[in-house]
């Protein structure tokens, strides 16, 4: 069998239209040693391609992050699986907020972290870690008004939503992350923290991370925003999480709230959507109104557009100049803010 994806974009993004279930999007994760990382990848992507699970889905030593969608009707089979798979057999499943398409293909990547905060094995304990609230417990925590909330996530994630009154880390690079959350909170060592992220698995290693640095009473809402939003929904109580929870998926959010946090890169009106730039020699990510998508036809940029348009932009040469541009307009940062950049454009 095999166990990679050769097909094109468009290919996947065709088969996908043409499917006539639907398909419901999941994520889920779990801190646990694993000593056969190639074994248990290729045992995971053959069963899931079986029950045709989408998704993206990292494995390290310390763990597995995964996002997937799956065809409703193999949800049963799905569970039944996980019980079957030592590795999953505890996991809590964390349902996306919003539908969708999420995934065009399966892919399960060997990473040295399951989450990106770059941080070395001695700078935190995973057997030490933050105690979990749920939402309700979450929400009883602001309301007495003592706790220090904090957003762990990445800059571009905080910009479109956070919990009301959160402190966020404003950093490019997500190994800049946790030192900055660090020094933000520097003297507070003996406040109460009250930490969140997406889904809950990267709470579990910044808030491991503060207690190793002498924080006394860190806490940690359990299974993340997701898991907070579905609490709302449910219990249909007023969300203190406002605007739009990122995803990384095609989707790029779900509305949470109605309130928008952030403003067009572009044009500086109010906009929380997320665009990743056409020119996918570009690819940025920022955000963008609908009337600068449309002017810009997707574009970040007059630059990006052009090229796009440009007879020459299969000519080899005019490629290479194009990402030599590109490098040099985005200094060397790895995901820089449009806002930014924009003077040098
Ligand atoms: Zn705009
Ligand atoms: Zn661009």
């Known amino acids: 069998m095999v166990l990679v994806n050769k097909k094109s974009k468009e290919d996947l993004e065709n088969d996908l239209q043409k499917e006539l279930f639907e398909r419901v999007t999941y994520s889920f994760y779990k801190y646990k040693k694993i000593k056969e990382l190639p074994g248990i990848r290729n045992q995971i992507f053959s069963e899931f391609s079986n029950l045709k699970i989408l998704g993206r889905i990292y494995l390290a030593k310390e763990g597995i992050n995964a996002q997937i969608s799956i065809p409703k009707f193999n949800l049963k ?78 800059y571009y994630e905080t910009e479109i939503g956070r919990f009301e009154n959160a402190i966020y880390p404003e950093v490019r690079r997500s190994n800049e992350i946790l030192p900055q959350i660090k020094k933000m909170l520097k003297g507070k060592e003996d406040c109460e923290i009250l930490m969140y992220c997406t889904g809950g698995i990267r709470c579990e290693k910044a808030s491991s991370y503060l207690i190793k640095n002498n924080f006394k009473n860190v806490y940690q809402l359990k299974n993340g925003i997701v898991n907070y939003a579905n609490y709302v929904k449910k219990k249909k109580t007023k969300s203190k999480f406002i605007g739009k929870n990122y995803v990384f998926d095609h989707r790029l959010g779900e509305r949470i709230t109605e309130d928008i946090l952030s403003k067009c890169h572009q044009c500086e009106k109010e906009s929380d959507n997320h665009n990743n730039c056409e020119n996918d020699l570009c690819h940025m990510l920022f955000i963008q109104c609908k009337e600068c998508s449309k002017k810009y036809e997707g574009c970040c940029s007059k630059e990006c557009l052009d090229y796009l348009k440009s007879e020459k932009k299969d000519n080899e040469k005019a490629k290479r100049d194009f990402v030599k541009y590109i490098k040099k307009r985005n200094k060397g940062l790895v995901k820089p803010k449009l806002t930014e950049i924009k003077k040098t454009l």
């Open 77 to 154: 089979k799905f569970k039944k699986l996980t019980k079957k798979i030592n590795l999953l057999n505890d996991i809590f499943l964390n349902k996306a907020i919003q539908d969708g398409n999420s995934f065009f293909k399966l892919t399960i990547k060997i990473k040295n972290e399951i989450v990106a905060y770059g941080i070395n094995e001695n700078e935190y304990n995973i057997e030490k870690v933050g105690k979990h609230l749920d939402p309700k417990e979450f929400d009883e925590k602001i309301k007495q008004g003592k706790a220090i909330t904090v957003d762990v996530r990445n």
